[in-house]
Structures are given as C-alpha cells and as structure tokens.
DNA sequence: TCCCCAATGTGTACAACGTATTCGCGAGAG
DNA sequence: CTCTCGCGAATACGTTGTACACATTGGGGA
C-alpha cells in the first residue's frame, strides 16, 4: 500500500505533514507532471519520466500519490488555480466569463482535454470552488436547484465539447509543425480530397470552398457560446 | 510496413479486395472489437484480446489496420452504421433529432466518449454521411456557410461535452455494479461528504439537498439541448 | 545522551502492452 | 506444374504501471 487506502487524495494533503525534511512533495510532483504534459503532451508523462525529472527513483513518487490516477488529479487541481471569477458580475458575464477563462486555460495545457474519463469526473477542491462561484452566481434569481444546474450544465457541456475538438486539432497543428489552418488542410488534404472526389458531401464541400472563418477559432467559440447564453436566458426567463 | 503507406483507410477499403477467401476482414475485425469494447470497456480491447477472440495470431489483425489507431477509426465507422437521420425534416427537428441519436449511440457504446484524441477528429466515412445530412438541412434557409457551420458545431459540442460527462458516470456505475445515482452517491459519499464538511461549497450543498432531477439524465440533456436550439433560433433569426 | 521507529526514497522485478520482423503456407495466374 | 504473392504465425524487443523488499535518516521517549 502506498499511502492510506479509504481516504481520499485531499483529505490527505490538507492534514499537517509528518516530517517537514521531505525532498519530494505533492507540488512539487504536480509542479513538474504539468511542465512535461504541457511541453511534450500527456502520452510524455510517465511515472518514469517524472521521477527523472525530480531527479529521483521511479518509484519515489508512489510515497505521495497512489498511482497515476491519483497524479493526473492532482495535475487537474494544480493548473485550476490560474482559473478564478470575478465577483459581482450578472450572472450571464458569469457564466460566459467562465466559459472564456476555461477556453483560455483548456488551450495553455491541452492535455486537459485528453485525460482519461475517471479524470475528467474528479471533484478537485480548486474545480468544487470553481463550480461553486458559477453556481453562486445563479443563485437569487428565483430558479430552482434543478434549473441553476441545468444552466451550469449546459455552459459547461458546451465549453468541454467545444474545446475537446478546438485543442485536438491545435494539438495536431503544433505536432506536425504547421504554421495554421490551411498548411493544416494540406496536410490532411489527400484524405480530404479523396472524400469529396466521392461527391458523397457536397454541402460539406461548399463550406471548404465559401467559409470565411474557418479559421478564427475565437468567433467560432464565441458565437457558440452567445447562442448557448441566448437560449437559457429565454428558456430559464432571466 | 503493415499496409500501404500514405494511403488512407477508407480509400484502400473501397478498392476491390484481391483475394475473396480471407478469413480475416476489417468487418470482421471491427465487429469483434466493438463487441469487446462494449461488453468490458476500452481499455479491455488490445490487440493481443483482439486477435483471441478472432482465433487468430496476436499480429494478425495488422495485415489488415495499420495499427490501433486505425482499429479505433474502423470501430467509430463500425458504430456510426446505426446513426441514421430522417428525410424531409425542418432544421430544428434535424437538429434535435441528431443529438438525441447521438446520445443514444453514445450510451450503447460508452467507449465512443474515451477514445483518444486523433480518434475523435477522424474523418470516417460514416461520420462525414451525419455530417452531410444535418448540414444540408440547413441548407437554403438563407445562411451563409459559416453561420451553418456554427450551428451545426454548436449543437455537435454540447452533445459531445454532455456526454462526456453522462458516459463517464454510466461507466462508473456500471464498473462498480451499482443500480442507481444514488449508490453512486453512496459510493462516492466519503469523497463528497469531506468536501461538503469544508463548508466551501454552500451553493452546491443546496443543489444536492434540494435538486428534485439529479438523475434524470435525459430530462437534463434535453433541456440544455432545448435551450441550445432556442438560442440558435433566436441569433440566427429562424 | 542514546536509541529506535516511522516516514521516505532506492533497487529490482514482473506482467502486459504495441508492434517490427521474419517466416511458411497455399491458392490463382501463366 | 510452377511461381509468386497475399495472409496468417511465431518470435522478440522496448516501454509502461506498479508490487515488493530494502536502506536511510532524523526526531522523540528512555
């Protein structure tokens, strides 16, 4: 066992510390995980490699996280410092300035979008505080529990779904070295075109060639997102 | 060389196949592997379980997918068969009725929502038909092509953002054998519980004491669809 | 003051994974 | 009948997560 089973991650780490002598520590681990997913992508973050990179036996961080579940998590918790709100704003600047702020960090460390499920559900103090302000923000406007989580839901549904595909092909441009969007197209380009020599997606086939802004992510993100912020603003009557 | 380099999947599987009498095929391949996937997760489709239940030496399937990237690709195609969206629809039923498919589809198959990153964005033939169809239905409805892309992609992000979280708590669930959300929450109670004790989240306290429709999953995709629908009628003045 | 024990890092090891490579068979074309 | 080439078999290698036993070290009770 290497550290105490049935109780979770940040329960421990918010009890004092035994001995204060210690090399290794929690943030110092999440510190260097997160330089290497952020540099190399999460596929280079290898117990091995992270211990290399403390300078350390492979097996020396298993002293303070119980596996790479648990390192991913604390990977997650770590960068969701650099996210906070506001306060005192409406709750539809609350709403879309969380949406925004979300982007912004999803694409300083797209791995985000590539962790494994268990990851992605984890409830991380610094993301329960983040969930807890957006909710805050909803509150006092006459809806129910249901509505204001439905409100929240839907934001944040729509900001993963939108930033899992934004950050894959980011993810593929920065790999292969592209410049942009269209060196991006050349490259993807034989498949592509052998799709459309088919003649099966002609209305897909139009968009390449008349689309104006295949290529400004932001205004993609964003028109989305104030169609989203439309919707509940009618549905929810705010 | 497993198979011919710089050749796309799609384009040597629509080339006459040489010899009939194979007893392998990339049907057959495809089928096997989807079916381990939906019965054990995954992470339980590796190439060496793929090639047993096919009774088949463990490198056999590379004669025929260039590695486990390509078996993912051929397993979303596999599954996307049973996505079939109606004629003769108004945009907004189209629309609507796609993301429901898709949850449908995505909860038969709750692998689709793990898959990594390159797998998500791959261009399957089957994935560019859906595309086609809800994009032609918003067709001649007087947009111009970034403002249906738009649409389409919002629609696509919320469902996808949506079940990525939906897929996750099924599978948790199903993993541990639990009937319900609220063994769920039993089994999740510890973790919960000491966040709760913080008396960092009052808001989200609230919700889980009073929220009436924690668990009716559909009910909470269709009403963020719905406001989702609302606000791209409402912007794009349909 | 000394000693001992718990906490922490080290070293070795193993099973499972993706896949490169090399071989041998067996059927269709000439 | 033979040649050849498509397809599956066999073997092997490097990398991964992590179990387990050991060494060390520093602070508190005697």
Not at 99 to 111: E, I, K, Y
Not at 165 to 171: F, G, I, K, L, R
Request: proline residues 5%.
């Amino acid at each position: 066992m290497a550290t105490d089973e049935n109780v979770s991650l940040w329960e421990r780490l918010e009890r004092p510390a035994p001995t204060p002598r210690q090399v290794l520590s929690p943030q110092r681990i999440a510190t260097a995980a997160v330089a290497i997913a952020d540099a190399e992508g999460l596929e280079a973050v290898t117990m091995r490699r992270l211990a290399a990179e403390l300078s350390v036996a492979p097996m020396a961080p298993y002293r303070h996280v119980s596996g790479k579940d648990d390192l991913l998590e604390l990977m997650v918790d770590h960068v969701y410092a650099d996210l906070s709100l506001p306060d005192g704003l409406g709750w539809r600047e609350n709403l879309r300035t969380l949406a925004v702020r979300t982007r912004r960090l999803m694409l300083d460390h797209r791995w985000l979008a590539q962790l494994p499920p268990q990851a992605k559900l984890s409830l991380t103090p610094r993301r329960m505080a983040v969930a807890e302000k957006a909710l805050a923000a909803l509150d006092d406007l006459g809806l129910d529990a249901d509505a204001m989580m439905s409100a929240f839901r839907t934001v944040d549904a729509y900001v993963h779904g939108s930033m899992n595909y934004e950050s894959a092909v980011t993810t593929l441009i920065a790999e292969q070295n592209l410049s942009d969007g269209d060196e991006l197209r050349d490259t993807l380009a034989p498949l592509m075109m052998w799709h459309m020599r088919t003649g099966r997606y002609p209305t897909f086939q139009r968009y390449l060639h008349t689309a104006a802004r295949k290529d400004d992510t932001q205004w993609q993100f964003e028109s989305g997102l104030d169609c989203v912020l439309d919707g509940i603003a009618a549905r929810l009557g705010l």
